[in-house]
């Protein structure tokens, strides 16, 4: 599960841009990148500019996920031993320092890649069922759907070309994703139990990440200017496709799954945008869209040393989870990140809390019913895709927050699950932290 250095550089460094085709994110070889990323993670895992550098001979993945069918754990891997996924995680009171052998609690597996990588998740609004790219059985990445309970895969593309960033649409019935099968990035939609894809934009430049609109109308999506090098931000209405319109710059749009939650009525979108100066590190912005326009451009969450990338939803649109990578000094060396680790906050910013610890790897966070998490981790050496309960974590930043008796949506998801034990904690950078909580929960034993 190599790094994909081209999409990284877009995440992490503020370069230049050239308009070559889109990098994907297998490029390189492994004898120059050891470890390159796939998907979401890709890009996020060089998390900064909003500029594409020239890209390799070979394609390289748009997407944030860090994969590679050949990625070997490195130094930063959180694992204890080839078996640390297939048991409970630790279910008493750890060391609280974090190191290596530290690992999150109240964290199981749900997928189960032994070579290349499992990524992009996306979850049905119900919690069933898992939709993901993976390259855990060719080269080239295709879409997957499992139940988020069982380990049985049901293979929905299967292609040469590589299928990445599956969104379910919110009726479960369609997949949007991202594909090169014609040679740059488009967007392309099919049904949820596979069968033939729609093309949905055939611009000549190279369009990333869909994301649904709550009505399941629209889809926003990133694509990169052919005058620009910027990654942008346009919506289109699948019923018609030729009508498609810029909302602003920004990569990895997400679509509030709550219909009118932005300012008189207005839809909300979130995304992640690089500052235009020093380390040009990604910071996570929401902007509000009403009859086609873009309005009320507001930064939620923001650091000077290191990226924040990846953002998402919580069901009920309240809280934001997204992953926090430390910003390269050299973005051209700039190669998968050696740590990333996932961040809670409320919509207003308060209230941060910190849902992983160690020294590993956690990108791609998507927030599906009932609380449960899921995200991409390299804890076993191979990208798969992980859930935990944030329920416990939600109840502690609403108590920080000092809400008696405001439960959203997202609280009452959990009042019947464990309390959590939260942990005060003192981050090394403070700067960005308001609070930092970390949830500690007796693993459930994985099957």
């Keep these: 599960m190599r790094f994909f250095r081209p999409l990284a550089l877009v995440l992490l460094a503020g370069l230049p841009a050239s308009c070559g085709s889109v990098p994907s ?42 994969l590679s069918p050949n990625f070997a754990p490195t130094a930063g891997a959180v694992a204890s031993g ?8 630790y279910a008493g009171e750890p060391d609280l320092t974090p190191t290596r052998d530290t690992p999150t609690l109240n964290v199981s597996r749900v997928t189960f890649a032994e070579e290349g990588a499992d990524f992009d998740p996306s979850v049905s609004r119900d919690g069933s069922k898992l939709v993901f790219a993976s390259t855990q059985h060719s080269r080239t990445a295709d879409i997957y ?3 988020t309970d069982g380990r049985v895969v049901t293979r929905l593309t299967n292609d040469s070309a590589d299928d990445i960033n599956p969104a379910l649409s919110p009726d479960g019935s369609k997949i949007a994703f991202a594909s090169n099968r014609n040679g740059n990035w488009d967007i392309f939609v099919m049904p949820s139990t596979g069968g033939k894809a729609v093309q949905i934009t055939d611009d000549p ?31 289109v209405e699948t019923a018609n496709p030729s009508a498609s319109h810029y909302i602003g710059d920004g990569l990895f749009p997400q679509w509030c799954p709550i219909a009118g939650s932005g300012e008189a009525g207005a839809d909300r979108i979130m995304f992640q945008l690089p500052r235009e100066r020093g380390r040009r590190s990604f910071a996570i912005w929401t902007v509000d869209i009403a009859n086609g326009r873009a309005t009320n451009t507001t930064e939620i969450a923001s650091s000077a040393s290191t990226a924040l990338i990846n953002p998402s939803w919580s069901p009920d649109g309240n809280w934001i989870v997204f992953s926090e990578v430390m910003a390269p000094a050299n973005p051209q060396a700039a190669a998968r990140p050696a740590q990333a ?3 809670m906050t409320s919509l207003n910013g308060e209230a941060r809390v910190r849902l992983t610890s160690g020294t590993g790897v956690s990108l791609g966070p998507v927030w599906g019913a009932n609380n449960r998490l899921y995200f991409v981790s ?4 191979v990208d798969n895709i992980w859930t935990m309960d944030v329920g416990g974590a939600v109840q502690s930043a609403m108590a920080s927050m000092n809400l008696s008796g405001g439960a959203t949506a997202s609280a009452k998801d959990t009042s019947e699950h464990a309390p959590a034990h939260p942990m005060m904690a003192h981050p090394a950078d403070n700067t960005h932290v308001a609070n930092v909580n970390e949830q500690h929960e007796a693993a459930p034993t994985e099957h």
Excluded: C
Aim: glycine share 6%.
């Design 25 to 66: 994110q297998r490029a390189a070889s492994s004898e120059n990148f050891a470890t390159q990323p796939v998907g979401e993670q890709a890009l996020a895992a060089n998390a900064s500019a909003n500029t594409q550098p020239t890209p390799p001979a070979a394609p390289a993945y748009p997407s944030g996920r860090a």
């Design 82 to 89: 080839p078996n640390f996924a297939d048991r409970a995680e």
């Design 145 to 147: 759907i499992k139940t």
């Design 205 to 235: 430049s190279d369009e990333i990440h869909p994301s649904w609109s709550p009505d399941g109308r629209q889809i926003v999506f990133s694509r990169q200017s052919d005058t620009s090098g910027h990654w942008e931000m346009w919506i």
């Design 341 to 343: 680790t996932l961040w």
């Design 378 to 381: 390299d804890r076993t050496g």
